[in-house]
């Protein structure tokens, strides 16, 4: 398992049993495991940083499929998506507590350190997995909190740095610009046949982009959607046109998405949506 740097922080051992052999409706039900959109993860990351919440996380033995069982707590879904679950004040507990789980990684916000421990312990008595402690990393990316400022830092640089080291762009000068602007990509420039080592070099450089997209780097957006439209018969003007996001990339790989306080009318807004 990678630490927020990069660093193996532990390692684990899984073992897969052949899904050839298994037969519907007796070994299985569902051969999938429900998964938050991206969105909910960065809403539950700026309502913390907006409300000075703490931010923690459980790792679970398995794909987190029971997120049904949390109503017997009091949990209701946040409405605008099934896996985000909210436990309003009172009772057992007496802040709000917001819980979002995505396979095995799970993202727990609350105004109380001591009452989200409590949480923790009870919630680790009834699903198994090892307590995660404040978040540093989620689906890959950095958290950097500061507590000073009231500000978290949502980035993907080490993913950034590898991909760059990954298609021999680390070393080379970074563009002020995603594309061209004499340029206009076409199909056009599509080979009959596209050629298989280039073919394959710009549909992993596209699909890498693709991740940054859904994560933090949504000002690559549209250079993403007009690379997605060659990915089947890419040319070689496609594919200077992906190196050369990367190019972009390497002169700002350390940035991402900093939430902040957004102040009290814009912070109510945001939690009541």
């Not at 090892?130 to 909190?145: A, N, P, Q, R």
């Not at 949502?154 to 760059?164: G, T």
């Not at 957006?221 to 190196?243: M, N």
């Amino acid at each position: 398992r990678d630490g927020a740097t990069g660093q193996i922080t532990n390692c684990k051992v899984r073992l897969v049993v052949q899904g050839n052999h298994m037969k519907e409706g007796e070994d299985y039900e569902d051969a999938f495991a429900p998964v938050p959109h991206a969105t909910s993860g960065r809403i539950i990351i700026s309502l913390a940083a907006a409300n000075n919440l703490e931010l923690h996380s459980c790792d679970l033995s398995q794909a987190f499929i029971q997120a049904d069982k949390l109503d017997e707590g009091g949990f209701t879904t946040a409405g605008f998506e099934d896996l985000v679950w909210v436990r309003e004040a009172g009772r057992k507990y007496a802040h709000r507590l917001v819980v979002s789980a995505h396979i095995d990684d799970t993202l727990m916000a609350c105004e109380s350190l001591d009452m989200l421990q409590a949480f923790k312990r009870e919630f680790l008595t009834r699903f198994e997995g090892t307590d995660e402690g404040e978040v540093t990393t989620y689906l890959g990316c950095e958290l950097i909190s500061d507590c000073i400022q009231q500000t978290i830092l949502f980035r993907q640089a080490v993913y950034a740095k590898k991909i760059l080291q990954l298609y021999g762009e680390w070393d080379k000068p970074s563009v002020k610009t995603q594309l061209e602007e004499v340029v206009r990509l076409s199909k056009e420039d599509s080979p009959e046949v596209a050629d298989p080592v280039l073919h394959s070099r710009y549909r992993g450089i596209t699909g890498h982009i693709s991740f940054l997209v859904t994560m933090t780097w949504c000002d690559l957006v549209f250079a993403y959607a007009e690379l997605s439209k060659f990915v089947q018969c890419p040319g070689l003007i496609h594919l200077t046109a992906a190196e050369r996001v990367l190019q972009f990339l390497r002169g700002s790989y350390e940035d991402g998405i900093t939430y902040s306080d957004p102040g009290q009318l814009n912070r109510n807004r945001l939690a009541g949506w």
